[in-house]
Nanobody, 126 residues
Framework: VQLQASGGGLVEPGGSLRLSCAASGRTWSGGARAWFRQAPGKEREFVAAIRKRDRYTVYADSVKGRFTISGDAAKNTVYLQMDALKPEDTAVYYC????????????????????WGQGTQVTVSS
C-alpha cells in the first residue's frame, strides 16, 4: 500500500491550498484517513481525519473553521482544503491511513495509522 501526497507549495497569508492523498495498491472499506503536520523543530501533530464508513470528521482546534477534509471513494483519495492560511501553518504535511475499525477517540492519534505518505511541504509567507 502506498500513499502519495501532493498539492503543497508557497502561498501568502490568507491564501488557500488543496492537498491530495491518493492510495494505491489496495482498496479498503473501513478505517480512516488523516492529515498530520510537522514544523521545523517541532513534533508531528494531528490536523484532521475522516472515517470512511460514516464520513465522521475530526479537526485540531488550530484549524477548525479554516481546513476541510473530504474523500472521494471512487478515486481512493482524500483531500485537505486549507483556507485562510497563516504563517504558523507552515509545515510538512503527511497523510496517513488506518485500515481497521477506527473509533472516534483514536482518530487524532498517530499510532492509530498503519500507513503513511511521504509528506508535502506547505509554506505560508509573504
Amino acid at each position: 500500500v502506498q500513499l502519495q501526497a501532493s498539492g503543497g507549495g508557497l502561498v501568502e497569508p490568507g491564501g488557500s491550498l488543496r492537498l491530495s492523498c491518493a492510495a494505491s495498491g489496495r482498496t479498503w472499506s473501513g478505517g480512516a484517513r488523516a492529515w498530520f503536520r510537522q514544523a521545523p523543530g517541532k513534533e508531528r501533530e494531528f490536523v484532521a481525519a475522516i472515517r470512511k464508513r460514516d464520513r465522521y470528521t475530526v479537526y485540531a482546534d488550530s484549524v477548525k473553521g479554516r481546513f476541510t477534509i473530504s474523500g472521494d471513494a471512487a478515486k481512493n483519495t482524500v483531500y485537505l482544503q486549507m483556507d485562510a492560511l497563516k504563517p504558523e501553518d507552515t509545515a510538512v504535511y503527511y497523510c496517513a491511513a488506518d485500515t481497521g475499525g477506527t473509533i472516534v477517540s483514536a482518530m487524532s492519534t498517530m499510532t492509530t495509522y498503519d500507513y503513511w505518505g511521504q509528506g508535502t511541504q506547505v509554506t505560508v509567507s509573504s
